[in-house]
């Protein structure tokens, strides 16, 4: 196992961690495309919540653009340079209540057309960790049509890179980050990540100023 590539968040303003490495490994109950190490962030309003849950939320799937955090902005947490950019897949209704067999039925297409499947829109970095090797930071689940950014463009730290969505495997609008030794993310190996040294715990709200 590599030391941790710290990172800075790739956001500004607050937001809720979800499947955090800090509170288990593997985060996201598997290894396979560098999942073990996976963190998500959910953004929130100044009281700490996401859309607020009414009846509808739990009888029937919600539009994207309920959720105070849909398009929100998102930045690149390393300088380093684009090595992958994918932004076409639609924006589906969000999945907070009882199981959907509507979305049952997409989750297995999405299983099954693995990671392509799984990211949604998203965009690839490539940096240099202080141990002087190379990783690739994944940014999963953003808007339709949001990346402002294009394969072999150099990026800094902070640099506008899209906006958070609800693409791929995501039940409500929020952004995936994990990072992986190299370009293909099917078959490469996890790196382990912090932010601004450290790593936050499920539960908590991350205020990123």
Do not use: K
């Not at 402002?148 to 899209?162: D, K, N, T």
Request: aromatic share 6%; proline share 9%; net charge neutral.
């Amino acid at each position: 196992m590599t030391m941790p590539l710290d990172l800075d968040y790739p956001f500004t303003g607050r937001w809720l961690v979800q499947n955090s490495p800090a509170n288990r490994v593997p985060s996201h109950g598997t290894p396979l495309f560098g999942l073990s190490h996976a963190i998500d962030f959910i953004p929130v309003d100044d009281a700490g919540r996401s859309a607020p849950y009414t009846l509808t939320s739990f009888l029937r799937p919600e539009p994207a653009a309920a959720f105070p955090g849909f398009g929100r902005p998102l930045t690149a947490p390393v300088d380093g340079v684009v090595v992958g950019v994918h932004g076409t897949e639609p924006d589906h209704r969000s999945h907070r209540g009882l199981p959907s067999v509507g979305y049952a039925v997409t989750q297995r297409r999405r299983l099954a057309a693995g990671w392509w499947g799984l990211s949604g829109n998203h965009v690839l970095i490539e940096t240099r960790g202080a141990d002087g090797r190379t990783a690739v930071v994944v940014l999963c689940h953003l808007q339709q049509g949001s990346p402002v950014v294009r394969p072999g463009q150099s990026v800094h730290q902070g640099e506008a890179i899209g906006r958070c969505g609800n693409s791929g495997n995501s039940t409500e609008p929020h952004v995936h980050v994990h990072a992986v030794d190299g370009r293909d993310v099917s078959r490469a190996s996890v790196v382990p990540i912090s932010f601004r040294g450290g790593l936050p715990r499920n539960g908590e709200i991350v205020d990123a100023g």
